[in-house]
């Protein structure tokens, strides 16, 4: 339970390395623990669910308000993808749990996805936001994992 939980403070902390730190475990978790062993955790736990890759693209979304009725439209960066969900920034604040349509360009095709925001965070004056698609379909899941694997390639 504690171990879920840490990592899934990890995951969502620092959206360029998508691991969290001493702090954020310490104050979070309640926590006493040393750098060095925050380290190996960290270490440990660098192999995701799912593969992310850093991404820079522009997003149009419309945001959903509580009632499901569309109460605003704009556009957003990636910060990165997964098969299962996207990070986006975002001038624009918005809550967790709520939804969003998303049309995000991915090797020259545009997919429209269904998504919900599982957690925001604030930075300065921008929000990072944790988005988990919403009944993707296996084309567009196939499509992103060809992009992934594109990406890994130039890695």
Known sequence: MVLDKMIHILDIIFPETQRGGYHVLTNDLGLNLNFHFLLIIIKAMEKRRFERVKSLNLVRF????????????????????????????????FPEDS???????????????????????????LFHYGIEFENIDEESQKLIEDALKLENKKD
């Not at 049309?103 to 429209?112: F, G, P, R």
């Open 62 to 93: 419309v945001h959903y308000s509580q009632n499901l009725i569309p109460d605003f439209e704009g556009y957003a960066r990636t910060l990165d993808i997964s098969k299962t969900g996207i990070r986006l920034e975002s001038k624009y604040e």
């Open 99 to 125: 939804f969003l349509d998303l049309d995000i360009a991915i090797n020259d095709v545009i997919l429209s996805l269904k998504g919900r925001i599982v957690n925001v965070l604030k930075y300065g004056d």
